[in-house]
């Protein structure tokens, strides 16, 4: 008889020590990672797309370009259009040339007009005249600049409208190149090359998965327990009875409880309203998205 209350006792220390094991932490919950979708920029053929599931990527990392061709073509009728439009502008100093030559001469007879004045060879006429003539020269060389000038500032402003739309071509062009812009790794390719694109198609999604945020969820009693930047340790199955310890700092606090998830656990088993908190992790290697792990808060 002592035999076997011996091993029911043995069996029912078994279980309890299981029973505690089980519910020593503090919350559950689960990994994700800061995930970004990139999307195209522009219309046309996916030429080239060099992105593969599970592929590190940098940022600015050119990974591909979609047709373009049109654009290209474009651009270089509108340079054209512009080259027509300023070769007509008027060369002012090739037109004023002349009267500017005529001027330079008339000066000159000015100055031996004034001589012979001042020697009694010449009259005081003949000196007015050439004064007059001058004056009517650079009066003419005046107008003749006002008119060139605004005829080639015409021709300037025609084209100011068409250098504004190669530059449009250009941001368009540079959006044709598909660029990486952050630093991770390739979650989900959603296109292919030689596909077609549009303004907004979803490409494929990344992120960095060298620090993963732990969504862990605990009850309004613990909320007194924690605070943001608080240390905290993440625990994650490591085989059978055997767990991996992971530093973590809590991040977020949500201020609004919500219906415990189904996949969740937590510490009382009688809390169905439960808060939702964030703890950066850094990565090892051996974290994944989706997998579950406990929380203890640190001492």
Known sequence: MNKYIVFAFAIMVVLLACKKTKKDFDASGSFEAEEV????EANGTIRQFDVEEGQKLV??????????????????????????????????????????EQLKATQKEQ?????????????????DDVNAQIGVLQKQIAAQQSSLGISSSGFTKEAQPLKVQIEQINDQLLKSKIINPVDGTVILKYAKANE??????????????STLIFRAYISGDQLPQIALNQNVNVLTDNGP??????????????????????????KDERANMVYAIKIRVKNDGYLKIGMYGELKFAQ
């Open 196 to 209: 077609m694109a549009a303004q907004g198609k979803p490409l494929y999604k990344i992120a960095d998965l």
């Open 37 to 40: 979708i990139i999307s195209s």
């Open 111 to 127: 100055k031996r007009i004034s001589d012979l004045v001042k020697a009694d060879a010449a009259t005081p006429k003949q000196l």
């Open 59 to 100: 940022a600015g990392q050119v990974i591909g370009y979609i047709d373009s061709t049109q654009l290209f073509l474009r651009k270089k009728q509108l340079e054209s259009q512009i080259q027509a439009l300023l070769g007509k502008k008027p060369d002012i100093s090739a037109q004023l040339a002349a009267l500017q």
């Open 241 to 266: 009875d055997k767990y991996r310890e992971t530093d973590g700092t809590i991040t977020w606090i949500s201020d609004k409880a919500e219906f415990t998830p189904k996949t969740i656990q937590t």
